[in-house]
């Protein structure tokens, strides 16, 4: 999922984070960083290809937004992480409940 290469890397949560807050334009974002705008636009770009942001042009400038959306497909595959995990576990109980009472059993 290309989400998750959005968001392994420090430099694009902060990104994602700052335009959560507001919408920003380019420069704006780069104030907020000790990196080369070249390097914030190629940030940009990994997260425009994940969909986590879109951009408007404003003339010259573009202005980011967070799509909050995007973060549907991250929570989707976490809720089947949930469920995945939740029913080995009930699995696991029920067995070592099972093994527990047939000791009981025995003695």
Do not use: N
Not at 14 to 23: D, M, Q, S, W, Y
Not at 82 to 104: N, V
């Amino acid at each position: 999922m290309p989400i998750f290469d959005a968001l392994a890397d420090p430099t694009r949560r902060r990104i994602i984070e700052l335009l959560a807050e507001r919408e920003r334009s380019v420069g704006e974002i780069v104030d907020c960083f000790e990196i080369t705008q070249p390097a914030i636009s190629r940030h940009l770009r990994v997260l425009r290809g994940a969909g986590v942001v879109s951009f408007v042009g404003d003339g010259q400038r573009r202005v980011y937004r967070f799509e909050p959306s995007a973060l549907e497909a991250l929570d989707d595959w976490a809720e089947r992480r949930r469920r995945a995990c939740s029913r080995r576990l009930d699995a696991l109980e029920a067995h070592l409940e099972q093994r527990s009472s047939g000791k009981r059993r025995r003695r």
